[in-house]
């Protein structure tokens, strides 16, 4: 299925183990990054999900606010979700893995717009990671399994329909938790 895409930049958190909320890390350079991967990555128009600390929207960026971000990753990936409009996929991002660029995006959403079941997540080293793309089909239950912290973990548990596409030969994939 071919289809437009819209970005998901989950960013909503307080960053507690990082000291700071993330979406403002390095003067907001991961957040320009986040942006310009998905854009330059086949997405049409990108949401960032915002909570706990408000940031200026790089270009082709809207802002999409979570009430309930203190609940963790889920409240965002609803909010987010829920403000997605009538778009085919949802390519799923975070905002703390500076180095995935849009080849990584790109990659994992042709994957999800060839495969049946519009499913498609990056992996690094053979380690699940993001970009993670959902089909507009799965979203409602995407948003209803997502709980705390976990997003989308439950929903894509045990799959065996979602493509995983080694992303290692252009970014470590590495969340950063803790400032180094």
């Not at 403002?24 to 991967?37: K, N, P, Y």
């Not at 949401?47 to 270009?59: E, F, I, K, N, Q």
């Amino acid at each position: 299925m071919d289809g437009d895409a819209i970005g998901v930049l989950l960013a909503a958190g307080a960053g507690s183990r990082y000291g700071s909320p993330k979406v403002l890390a390095h003067d907001g350079a991961w957040l320009d990054t986040a942006v310009s991967a998905l854009r330059d990555g086949g997405c049409e128009r990108v949401l960032v999900v915002l909570g706990a600390a408000d940031a200026p929207m790089p270009r082709g960026a809207e802002a999409v606010h979570a009430p309930q971000w203190r609940d963790g990753l889920s409240a965002s990936l609803r909010a987010g979700l829920s403000g997605a409009g009538r778009a085919s996929f949802a390519v799923v991002h975070v905002v703390d893995t500076p180095d995935v660029g849009f080849e990584v995006v790109r990659a994992v959403l042709d994957a999800a717009r060839a495969t049946p079941s519009h499913l498609a997540r990056a992996v690094f080293g053979g380690v699940p990671g993001h970009p993670v793309v959902f089909g507009r089909e799965h979203w409602d239950d995407v948003a209803a399994g997502a709980e705390g912290d976990s997003g989308a973990r439950e929903f894509l548990r045990g799959r065996t329909d979602v493509v995983a596409v080694e992303c290692s030969r252009w970014a470590t994939g590495v969340d950063h938790d803790e400032r180094s």
